[in-house]
């Protein structure tokens, strides 16, 4: 059997499943899933994005690894509600969401800005102790790098209600 009708036949069965049945019929389960989806999501971005910031040069009087150790966890912790929401929200219709090239594009985002920040733990941000006053410029890379994608996530996640 092809990949793409193995595919086909799963994307079926979740939407037959009787979470996604309770997900599209109930009047307040997917809103209230939705809500928590963005709240998990709030919580990741803005982790993300102050550390960015931190790394761009605001807020130099913080130090970079004590601003890590205190944000990463919550970033991490965030997935903890963005992962499981999103996919409840997927399975609610997960053939016209593959089908969506707005959702494919999210999806490919946020695997670049994992990418990315996997990039910048291996790499720059070893040395982040030994920093002089500014990071070096391939840290302010990633950290743009990662405030567009983040940003790109966001806009992705907004423009499906639209497409």
């Not at 593959?98 to 040395?127: M, T």
Request: hydrophobic share 60%; net charge positive.
């Amino acid at each position: 059997m092809p990949l793409q009708d193995a595919a086909r036949i799963a994307a079926s069965q979740l939407t037959a499943s009787p979470l996604a049945q309770a997900l599209r019929e109930g009047a307040w389960l997917y809103p209230s899933v939705e809500t928590l989806h963005i709240i998990g999501f709030a919580v990741l971005v803005g982790a993300v994005a102050m550390f960015d910031l931190r790394v761009l040069g605001f807020g130099r009087q913080l130090p970079v690894k004590a601003l890590a150790r205190h944000l990463l966890p919550w970033s991490a912790g965030s997935m903890l509600l963005v992962v499981p929401t999103g996919l409840l929200l997927f399975v609610t219709d997960p053939l016209a969401l593959l089908a969506n090239r707005v959702f494919l594009l999210k999806l490919g985002l946020i695997l670049l800005a994992g990418l990315n920040a996997l990039a910048f733990h291996a790499g720059p941000y070893r040395q982040a102790d030994a920093w002089p006053e500014r990071a070096p410029p391939r840290a302010m890379l990633h950290a743009l790098l990662s405030l567009g994608l983040w940003f790109g996530v966001i806009a992705c996640g907004r423009l499906l209600a639209y497409f």
